[in-house]
């Protein structure tokens, strides 16, 4: 049986205009809130921001780096945006386990910007290999 570690190490990532551009034609979100630095001087972000799946896949790729095929498999989340991410920005998803048991951990997620703002807070479990 899997032990759970207490703490995941850390994903980090700096956000560029060219990975909102790459994201927006891979999914098909072409937004120009993301996209359209004219629009989104309008908006009350007042420039563009991240697509909030590009910012969360930090998460997933922080579970996937510690658990692999356990988290691919069946692994659960759930999360909240709570601020923007901009072009520029650094961000760091982190993972601290709140639960475990003989089969399956819960941890406390965080993406967090480089001034120590989360802009995602949630849990996510995942089944530990036997």
Not at 11 to 39: C, K, M, W
Not at 52 to 68: D, K, Q
Not at 84 to 92: E, I, Q, S, W
Request: glycine share 10%; net charge negative.
């Amino acid at each position: 049986m899997s032990i759970a570690p207490e703490t995941l190490q850390p994903v980090e990532r700096r956000i560029t205009q060219e990975q909102l551009v790459q994201y927006a034609d891979a999914s098909g979100d072409h937004n120009p809130l993301h996209l359209d630095e004219e629009f989104a001087r309008g908006t009350r972000y007042g420039r563009t921001i991240a697509h909030g799946m590009l910012v969360l896949a930090l998460v997933s790729e922080l579970m996937t780096r510690s658990f692999g095929g356990a988290w691919l498999r069946g692994g659960r989340l759930k999360t909240r945006f709570r601020a923007p991410v901009f072009p520029g920005d650094t961000v760091c998803a982190t993972g601290t386990l709140k639960a475990s048991d003989e089969g399956s951990a819960t941890y406390e997620v965080a993406v967090s910007n480089q001034d120590g703002e989360n802009v995602i807070t949630g849990d996510v479990s995942v089944a530990l290999d036997a």
